[in-house]
């Protein structure tokens, strides 16, 4: 799905923007915008929630409170308004389209899903993530590594936040084969968000066993966000998946099953709330939670340091204990992104014929 849309290329230049007013103390890593759609009120003053550390549910919660934190986006505020462009694109696409189906345009496709792409790198969730990682990976090599190589491995803050600008953009060129569809939900159950509402996964790679890595650009890539409570973004792979049931331009859903299965997403993959309109909804989030609890993680990377058998020898194992090095022996770090799924997944999108016969262990390459 490519675009030549210039909606986001602020990003690029961010520092550039003037800093001559002070910035918003508590600026939302996930937009006002966005929860507005989930909130308990029209006014979205208020907003229900689940928090899954306490396992407890919490009425009309001040919105205005949610998905924030103190300069999250910097002191100097240029990021921080240089994000109410995409943010105000996305409130103005989302009254017109929720007013009228019909006035959905491939232009408005295209922003939706970049827009879903910014969202999933601006979250809390990514930037501390990557921070972790990075701890990670000097502690597996503290004791052996030189000043200058933990100081490499160091993460802040701000660097983290632009290893996400740099990330987003390059993701945009490497989900251009994404068909992205809105997808309408006709059933009696709700969709409900997160304070992490982007979700990446790929029940093709976790099925077939898929050999390689498996991120966006890989076969089976899914990308799903929940836009209202009856309406849910949804990007995947054509050359893997078929999409059973649309109205027009519109993915259709029939199936609680189905809501259930992307619902279940958005609680193994939140990182603290989840959101959702109805109070009376309470039972469905606490069930969806407690289906969803065997899957959640605590972090969702693996980093093990891996070492030649022999010198030259391009045969790698596992470091076990404490490490040792060898100056002959080639040593590097790897790290594994785990993929959340639901327990059953989704019949909207069914394999197509070439995916479904593929055997398990497949190699990419043949793919392509």
Known sequence: MATNDNMFVFLAEARDYPASMP????????????????????N????????MARERFIESAPAKGQCARPYFYGRDGALERGLQEPEGKYADIMRRVVGNLNSLTQADIQRLHTF????????????????RLAEAERAMVADDATPELLER?????????????????????????????LILNRTRVPFFTSDDPVVYTNRFHLQKDVLGGAGLGSPGAM????????LLLLSFDPAIYHLEKRLGELGVIDRVSDVSAFNELQA??????LYFRDWNSQPLVASTYEKA??????????????????????????VVGRWVHHPDRREILRTQRYIPAPSVWPLLLSYKERARRARRGVDQASLR
Not at 25 to 36: D, E, G, I, N, T
Not at 116 to 131: D, F, K, N, P, V
Not at 293 to 318: D, I
Request: hydrophobic share 40%.
């Open 23 to 42: 910035a918003n103390k508590s600026q939302h890593f996930v937009p006002r915008c966005y929860l507005r759609a989930f909130c308990a009120d029209d």
């Open 44 to 51: 979205g003053a208020a907003i229900n929630l689940f928090n």
């Open 116 to 131: 879903m792409l910014l969202q999933s790198y601006r979250s809390a969730a990514w930037i501390e993530g990557e921070m």
């Open 153 to 181: 491995l160091s993460m802040s803050h701000e660097l983290a936040l632009q290893l996400a600008l740099n990330a987003f953009r390059n993701s945009v060129k490497g989900t251009a084969h994404l068909e992205t569809r």
């Open 223 to 230: 990308l799903l966000m929940p836009l209202t409570p009856q």
């Open 268 to 273: 193994v993959r939140g990182n603290a709330n």
């Open 293 to 318: 609890k065997p899957g959640r993680r605590a972090t969702w990377y693996h980093v093990e340091a891996l070492q030649e058998t022999e010198a030259g020898s391009n045969t790698s194992a596992a």
